[in-house]
T-cell receptor
Framework: DQQVKQNSPSLSVQEGRISILNCDYT??????FLWYKKYPAEGPTFLIS?????DKNEDGRFTVFLNKSAKHLSLHIVPSQPGDSAVYFC???????????FGAGTRLTVKP | EAQVTQNPRYLITVTGKKLTVTCSQN?????MSWYRQDPGLGLRQIYY???????DKGDVPEGYKVSRKEKRNFPLILESPSPNQTSLYFC?????????????FGPGTRLTVL
């Protein structure tokens, strides 16, 4: 039972354009959401997070939007750079629980 | 350098031969966790530990054991590996629980069970 879903396995964008990665979740108890970035042969690294009390969090070129009513979050990267090419994982957790649920990942390719 | 280390990085073994994958962190983190990554399924949590001597099952604990005798170490034990445990394994740690904390991941261990 995948409680966190990333329905797009891959995304390709042109350098300088916006990348939008989407994530849906089913468990209404989730109240903390994170995005991780993974390069080949490395472990995932934390990118940005958002708690359920907010609907937007911004860090440089990266912005995460949360729509609680739709149980949907998205990661915007503006402008996209070739170094952003990686697999992006969406993750969620609930404050009354200490397990973490991840989506299947979206492979982003940014073309020069 | 703050890091999570895993050993070995690559392992090929045969069905039924017990193995241990070690994980160590040098950040004095309380929370540690093991995940497996499989195509189309993303990262699935196997076990996690809130602190020394405290461990809990994650999403896919069957066929695995863990122990947390020291704060820095969290080994993953496969008592009788089977081919369906062929996967990429990641250890992770965070300051405290999974909520409201980013996790730091190790580089991964690619396990093949023949």
């Amino acid at each position: 039972d995948q409680q966190v879903k990333q329905n797009s396995p891959s995304l390709s964008v042109q350098e300088g354009r916006i990348s939008i990665l989407n994530c849906d979740y089913t468990n209404s108890m989730f109240d903390y959401f994170l995005w991780y970035k993974k390069y080949p042969a490395e472990g995932p690294t934390f990118l940005i997070s958002i708690s359920s009390i907010k609907d937007k969090n911004e860090d440089g070129r990266f912005t995460v939007f949360l729509n609680k009513s739709a149980k949907h979050l998205s990661l915007h990267i503006v402008p996209s750079q070739p170094g952003d090419s990686a697999v992006y994982f969406c993750a969620a957790s609930a404050s009354n629980n200490n397990d973490m649920r991840f989506g299947a990942g979206t492979r982003l390719t940014v073309k020069p | 350098e703050a890091q999570v280390t895993q050993n070995p990085r690559y392992l090929i073994t045969v069905t039924g031969k017990k193995l241990t994958v070690t994980c160590s962190q040098n950040m004095n983190h309380e929370y540690m966790s093991w995940y497996r990554q499989d195509p189309g399924l993303g990262l699935r949590q196997i076990y996690y530990s809130m602190n020394v001597e405290v461990t809990d099952k994650g999403d896919v604990p069957e066929g695995y054991k863990v122990s947390r005798k020291e704060k820095r170490n969290f080994p993953l034990i496969l008592e009788s590996p089977s081919p369906n445990q062929t996967s990429l394994y990641f250890c992770a740690s965070s300051l405290s629980g999974a909520s409201y904390n980013e996790q730091f991941f190790g580089p991964g261990t690619r396990l093949t069970v023949l």
